[in-house]
């Protein structure tokens, strides 16, 4: 325990800070306001990244730790930390902001300061729903990060925009308020049984809650992550959003927004219910493999690229809710790597759709063609990440892949053979994509002029390949964090289960 | 019970006396000085009539006491929704300060019936005693009546003024009507001696007593805007000025809500099988009808009237429970109620002109580039109303709503918290206009006064303050509602 510094809350407040001071800074002046921005988040990075490097790799139990009253009489505390899953997740977090606030550096014009100031604030909410432990400041985080969403695709969004951010806004609530209630059940059913009334999830982690009871729980919680990861029959809000959304908002949602539905998975529905979770695997496994082949088929069929790379995601998490309910250790490592992994090859996908968009205004893939004559460096970065997105060895995506289906086969051989064909159809759509895009003639005269990337993007994808390859090749360095963390999480369900069933079976190995 | 000596009791109703007063001088005031302008000194009067008023009543906290003969009670419970009521009318009256000149209104009469409507609001929440409660309304009852017409020239709000007026009166009759069974069937007018004497095992509930409580719903449903009561309050929210709208949709309500908690917490509690389930009804059509309707307007007047009833819905989940310590949430969610729509009220104002009242979605397009400080404050008071968090519309849904899944209504707070994303739609259309259409036409200069700044700041500061640090005001609601146990 770490109270000298209280880093989380540092970090998790300082864009929030940043924001309010932004607010004062002069309209006129949009240059101050984005190096100004750009600096901030910058240090806010840095400041991340002790988390990283201090983070000790031998327990599994949460780090960095913060404990305040806040409202005592109702068991409300201001609990924060951070454990293998969700560390990675708030570097993830600060590092996609940095590139956000570099994208957005051109292509937005109109009401700058308020764009930046969502950003932030966006920032602050992400990051407290991460590292919050009380199921209530959890709650808060998780709802606010709707309302700067709404904003960024709604102000500054595409032609659709506000039937996007409508429906962007609508679909998590109503997920989310359900899931306020069986907060709310949890919290009195644990009050009951032990005499303590606490939101505290460490306390609630120890519930003993009847098979029942867990289910309703369970699905009350699993609906509302279902909805932000997203998975199969609640995916319908994210094609719109995504496509309708600037780029920095698609990266960000994309890379951290959707991640927050797995990671809700990981760090409340399946440990508050370990029972229902291994109940409604099957159940959500099956969901998982439908994403992820209707996803990729949906992908086939897109003509726009934003919307193939939306409908990619869907396929994308589909994998990654299929290695977490396989319940064991590749699987669960698997999908908590490649959650890191989408957010950064699913993001570049986006920076790059978003590159070529502000140059020709059009993401449409009928009006590409041969763009690797005009953009020869573009064509190298578009090509490595997409090899990233469908798994190639050596980047990133095939060792979260290649966990994941490990751990899919142990579970279920028939399971692995599904997700496999998602593969082979991952690199249909990806690389018909760029094929299309990039190859053959130029057909389009208005192509024929288009610039080549610049310095600043070429930064911004320097950094994410960068970490495409590193994470590729020398994953060890991720997987000593997650590790510990992983082994404990599976322990402690086991443990769980047997104390409540004593003579029931494990199924799983 | 301690029963105070005529001569000593006057010092616990120094706020009511110095509301009288307050009224009194500002009519006579009207009445001597007809020809000059007195707007500003019956504004200010007022104001230090309302602040003055509001120390006392936060000097008595604590107390416990019966004076005049059992007519009039001074305890916690009484005493918070007095401070309500107060901090209800200083708001009001600053809104009114500048707003009552542009429309050109009767400035004596309006201050004055203010005054009066508010001293009606402090005496009904602060009596156990039927009669009292009784006159408390009325007196409240008639100067909203009058208020609401004082738009002159203006049709609809002779419209609204009489239609409140017709229906009031029915309402009040019914009430009447309902206390008279009730005092038929037991003999007493005292809440806490009813519930003493049909606990004590002599009384057998009859029909007439049943219609009595039902007749007390049907009385305080009407006031508290409640469904199927609601009729009035849409056309009536509309056409009355809009500061008395502001009044209406929170004042009126909190009064009428806490005299409706007391009564049926304390004398009809034993019957709480039997009313609890007719609640039920009325909180999910209150709601549920509320929040769909509300989504058809394109009056911002009208779609904050309809959001009105939606919010007494919500209230009427934590009264329809029957927790007696949980029944906190509906005084703090009150509480949150009145800074998040009278702010919302005070923009409506600010963007209206005498000519043009700018109430339509539409005047509202484009308001973030135009005006981006005055569109954040009302995002701020719109996203509250909407529950989401960190602001305190958040935190009052969900006391109420952890009230209800204490007590096993699981379906009631389903039915809540969906009907809660029902009311996202219509209040995210207005921040839609605001931040994602560009400006159709215009709407014209606005007329600011720092007074509109002065309510639009402290309701936004209140709204982060309690939706961040909830505890001390929860924990008064608490004490308040200790006089239930």
Redesign the interface.
């Known amino acids: 325990m770490d109270m000298v510094f209280p880093l989380l809350s540092t970090i998790i407040f300082l864009p929030l800070g940043v924001a309010l001071v932004l607010i004062l800074l002069p309209r006129k002046n949009p240059l101050l306001i984005k190096v100004f921005t750009l600096i901030w988040t910058m240090l806010e990075f840095g400041l991340s990244l002790p988390l990283f490097f201090n983070f000790n790799e031998k327990t599994a139990g949460m780090q960095f730790m913060e404990n305040l009253d806040?409202?005592p009489?109702?068991g409300i505390g201001y609990i924060l930390g951070v454990d293998g899953i969700s560390m990675l997740l708030v570097l993830l977090t600060t590092f996609l902001t940095v590139l956000c606030v570099l994208c957005s550096w051109n292509s937005i014009t109109d009401?700058v300061k308020?764009y930046y100031a969502s950003f932030l604030l966006l920032e602050t909410a992400m990051l407290g729903a991460l590292c919050a432990l009380d199921l209530?400041l959890f709650?808060?985080f998780w709802?606010?990060m709707?309302?700067p969403m709404?904003?960024l695709i709604?102000?500054w969004g595409g032609p659709r925009?506000?039937y996007a951010?409508?429906k962007f806004?609508?679909f998590t609530?109503?997920g989310s308020?359900?899931m306020?209630?069986a907060i709310?059940?949890l919290?009195?059913h644990y009050g009951r049984d032990t005499g303590l009334y606490t939101f505290n999830l460490l306390d609630l982690y120890k519930a003993n809650i009847p098979v029942m009871k867990q289910y309703w729980l369970f699905a009350a919680f699993a609906l509302s992550f279902a909805i932000k990861v997203p998975m199969f029959p609640f995916h319908t809000w994210l094609p719109d959003a995504h496509t309708e959304a600037p780029t920095a908002g698609s990266v960000i949602l994309a890379g951290v927004l959707l991640k927050m539905g797995t990671y809700g998975f990981l760090r409340f529905a399946i440990p508050l219910f370990p029972q229902a979770a291994l109940a409604a695997a099957p159940l959500i496994s099956i969901l998982a493999l439908i994403g992820i082949i209707y996803g990729a088929i949906m992908c086939i069929m897109q003509t726009d690229m934003k919307r193939l790379i939306a409908y990619s995601s869907v396929s994308h998490l589909g994998y990654v809710m299929l290695g977490i309910f396989a319940f064991n250790m590749q699987g669960l490592e698997g999908g908590i790597y490649q959650m890191l992994n989408h957010g950064i090859s699913t993001g570049g996908l986006f920076l790059i759709v978003g590159m070529i968009y502000e140059r020709r205004h059009t993401r449409m893939i009928a009006d590409f063609g041969g763009l690797s004559k005009v953009m020869p460096r573009l064509a190298v970065f578009f090509m490595i990440i997409t090899l990233s997105s469908i798994a190639l060895p050596g980047t990133n995506g095939f060792v979260g892949e290649f966990l994941i289906l490990l751990g899919a086969f142990r579970s279920n051989v028939s399971y692995g053979v599904l997700a496999t064909s998602g593969v082979i159809l991952g690199a249909v759509y990806m690389l018909w994509m760029f094929q299309r895009v990039m190859f053959g003639q130029i057909t389009k005269e208005e192509n024929r002029n288009l610039k080549d990337i610049t310095k600043r993007e070429t930064v911004i994808l320097c950094a994410i390949v960068f970490f495409i390859f590193f994470m590729g090749l020398y994953s060890q360095a991720f997987f000593r964090k997650i590790d510990a963390t992983a082994a404990g999480y599976l322990q402690n369900m086991q443990t769980k289960i047997a104390s409540t069933h004593p003579a029931g079976p494990v199924p799983w190995r | 019970m301690v029963v105070m000596k005529p001569e000593l009791a006057f010092g616990w109703i120094i706020p009511e006396i110095v509301i009288t007063l307050s009224a009194v001088f500002i009519l006579l005031l009207s009445a001597f000085r007809r020809k000059g302008d007195i707007g500003r000194l019956a504004g200010g009067v007022s104001l230090i009539g309302a602040g003055v008023a509001l120390f006392f009543t936060c000097r008595l906290w604590n107390s416990a006491i019966d004076i005049f003969n059992g007519l009039y009670t001074i305890d916690n419970f009484g005493l918070f929704f007095k401070a309500l009521a107060l901090v209800i009318s200083l708001l009001v009256t600053l809104l009114s300060l500048r707003y009552v000149e542009r429309e050109e209104m009767i400035k004596g009469e309006y201050y004055a019936l203010l005054l009066f409507g508010i001293l009606g609001m402090m005496i009904m929440v602060s009596s156990n005693h039927f009669v009292t409660i009784f006159i408390g309304l009325e007196v409240m009852s008639i100067a909203i009546y009058v208020l609401c017409g004082l738009l002159i020239g203006n049709p609809r709000s002779a419209e609204a003024s009489l239609k409140y007026f017709l229906l009031g009166a029915f309402a009040t009759a019914f009430l009447l009507y309902g206390i008279a069974l009730i005092y038929g069937t037991t003999g007493i007018l005292d809440v806490r001696e009813i519930a003493r004497y049909v606990t004590s095992g002599n009384f057998l509930i009859t029909p007439a007593f049943m219609a009595g409580m039902a007749l007390l719903i049907v009385g305080f449903g009407f006031k508290t805007a409640s469904v199927p009561f609601h009729m009035w309050t849409p056309d009536v929210y509309e056409g009355a000025p809009t500061s008395i709208t502001a009044y209406m949709a929170t004042g009126v309500k909190a009064a009428a809500f806490g005299a409706f908690l007391r009564v049926f917490y304390t004398a009809l509690y034993p019957f709480l099988t039997e009313w609890t389930g007719l609640l039920w009804i009325i909180a999910v059509l209150t709601m549920t009808l509320g929040n769909i309707t509300a989504l058809m307007q394109n009056d911002i007047k009208r779609m904050l009237a309809y959001s009105s009833i939606a919010h007494a819905g919500y209230i009427l989940i934590a009264f329809t429970v029957g927790d007696k310590v949980f029944s906190a949430s509906i005084l703090y969610y009150l509480l949150v109620y009145t800074f998040m729509n009278i702010g919302a009220f005070a923009v409506v104002i600010l963007l209206g002109r005498k000519e043009a009242p700018n109430t339509g979605i539409e005047s509202y397009a484009g308001l973030?580039?135009r005006h981006?400080m005055i569109a954040l404050a009302m995002s701020v008071f719109l996203?509250s109303l909407a529950g989401?968090?960190?602001l305190a519309g958040?935190m009052g849904k969900?006391y109420v709503?952890?009230d209800a899944?204490?007590a096993g209504y699981?379906w009631l707070?389903?039915i809540g918290?969906?009907n809660?994303?029902v009311a996202?739609?219509y209040y995210?259309r207005v921040i839609?206009y605001m931040?994602?259409k560009e400006p159709e036409g215009e709407i014209g200069r606005m007329d600011p006064s720092p007074a509109y700044a002065v309510v639009i700041g402290i309701s936004i500061w209140a709204l982060i303050h309690m939706g961040i640090f909830?505890?001390s005001f929860?924990?008064i609601a608490r004490e308040s509602v200790n006089i239930f146990m």
């Open positions: 806040w409202f009489e109702f009401k308020e209530v709650y808060i709802e606010l709707l309302v709404y904003l709604g102000v925009r506000i951010a409508i806004f609508l609530m109503v308020v359900l306020l209630l709310m059940a919290y009195f | 973030a580039t981006p996203l989401v968090p960190p958040f969900f709503l952890s899944i204490k699981y707070a389903i918290v969906l809660s994303v996202v739609y995210l839609m931040y994602f909830p505890r929860l924990l």
